[in-house]
């Protein structure tokens, strides 16, 4: 037995002193050591098992994932904010759903002692292993202050990760789907967009098109702000038949100009056309305006993003019904939602084997959720600013674009054979210049 307990702690020690990178500081001789000195207690029953390997495939071969000579590896261990992350190699033969099954992550948490162990690819055959003690976006985050310069339209800072860096989401030649339940938070998320850009939507280099098919309810609060404002299904259609004009114009004009890339400007602003819930348009538009409005969105979709016509469309139901031509949206952001099917239809088939796991977001983060975005296979867990009325309303103040100047009246008495070039105007009145 004590032999037992000799090998087993040289097996702690050696393996913990592997595993746990952040343990650091001079050792002297004879000076004893905790090895789980750096570890932090909720994660200190996981690194014993981790470290002993005995221990370990027992754990392996309990909860179905290793038998004899065929067991995982564990290649490395790291702490992170939220917990540990461990890199697995599976075994030959296993499918990528034998780890990822709720049953399984749920009895290799309890195993472990941690809250949660989220699974998911990183490459065929290996797995990112998160053992989740703390969630990092369980407080809310309030916006920072109001910003005056320095948008990047493809940077807007909209929020947090749960790595701790900024949330940044890409506007300027992208088009962005944001799907949610009732109250996940997709308010928030456009407000915070609004919010990022506001020094552009003020400068004339964005122009916001809102569609509140929800009878301007949500975004009426900041009707100053948008350029165009819409509710009514006629009122959104027609919009739309403009934007694919004013697409259309734009791309024959850079085509036959040779232009290469397309920047906004004030000249040419940014057509930014949000439509904040395209299911409330389908149930009160009749058959033919819901073909129109797949067709406007479809056209725009397409072939929007090069020309500076972007569209954000946010969506309580993911479903082909609702928003036909999802595929065509680069940017997906998935708050919570209700069913697994919904994630695989904002993310895809097999999202939630590689880590999107909207459906499983408590209704007591709104604001969170995963996103995921062409040429990367990852999904990041990210948290939207919270955005109060009273920031709304700061918002609106701040960055509503400055309304044109009226044109001076034209005078429709002018007799050009009357015209005295010396003539100043207000030079004879007795006050002057300044009356
Ligand atoms: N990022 C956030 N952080 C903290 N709380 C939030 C956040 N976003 C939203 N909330 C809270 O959740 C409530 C619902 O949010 P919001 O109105 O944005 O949801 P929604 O998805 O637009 O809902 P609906 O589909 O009903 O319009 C808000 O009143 C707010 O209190
Ligand atoms: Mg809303």
């Not at 946010?314 to 940017?331: C, G, H, I, W, Y």
Request: glycine share 10%.
């Amino acid at each position: 037995m004590i032999t037992t307990i000799v090998a087993l702690s040289t097996v702690i020690a050696t393996g913990v002193l592997l595993w746990w990178r952040h343990l650091d500081g001079v050792i002297y001789p004879g000076q004893e050591v905790d090895p789980l000195a750096g570890v932090p207690a909720d994660l200190r029953t996981a690194a014993l098992i981790l470290t002993d390997l005995r221990h370990q495939r027992l754990m392996w071969s309990v909860v179905g994932l290793g038998s004899d000579g065929n067991w995982p590896s564990v290649l490395s261990a790291d702490l992170i904010e939220s917990g540990a992350v461990l890199d697995v190699q599976m075994v030959g033969g296993q499918k990528l759903s034998d780890w990822t099954n709720t049953e399984t992550t749920d009895a290799l948490a309890q195993y472990l002692g941690v809250p949660k162990v989220l699974v998911s690819q990183t490459s065929p055959g290996f797995l990112r292993v998160e053992l989740r003690t703390f969630d990092t976006l369980a407080a809310s985050v309030t916006a920072p202050g109001l910003a005056w310069t320095g948008v990047d339209l493809e940077a807007v800072a909209v929020g947090v990760r749960e790595d701790g860096r900024t949330w940044l989401l890409r506007v300027l030649y992208a088009h962005i789907l944001l799907a949610g339940a009732t109250g996940s938070g997709k308010g928030s998320v456009l407000w915070s967009i609004i919010n990022g850009i506001g020094p552009a939507i003020k400068a004339g280099v964005v122009d916001v098109w809102m569609a509140d098919p929800k009878g301007g309810m949500e975004f009426g609060r900041g009707s100053r702000m948008w350029v165009r404002f819409e509710w009514t299904a006629d009122g959104i259609l027609a919009m739309l038949t403009e934007a694919v004009r004013l697409m259309d114009e734009r791309s024959d004009r850079l085509r036959s100009a040779g232009v290469r890339k397309w920047y906004p400007s004030t000249d040419e602003p940014l057509i930014l056309i949000v439509i904040d819930e395209a299911a409330a348009l389908s149930s009160y538009a009749n058959r033919e305006q819901q073909e129109q409005f797949r067709q406007f969105t479809g056209l725009l979709l397409s072939k929007g993003r090069a020309v500076g016509v972007s569209v954000i469309a946010a969506l309580q139901d993911p479903s082909k019904e609702t928003m036909p031509n999802r595929q065509l949206f680069p940017v997906r952001v998935g708050l919570r939602l209700d069913e697994p099917t919904q994630t695989a239809m904002v993310h895809g088939q097999g999202a939630k084997d590689r880590g999107a796991l909207c459906h499983e977001i408590p209704d007591t983060t709104p604001g969170v959720g995963y996103v995921g975005e062409d040429g990367t296979t990852e999904f990041v867990r990210v948290r939207a600013f919270w955005i109060s009325d009273e920031q709304v309303d700061a918002i609106v103040d701040a960055f509503s674009p400055v309304p044109m100047a009226p044109a001076p009246p034209v005078d429709d008495d002018f007799d050009p054979a009357t015209f005295d070039p010396d003539h100043i105007p207000g030079e004879d009145d007795e006050q002057g210049w300044a009356a």
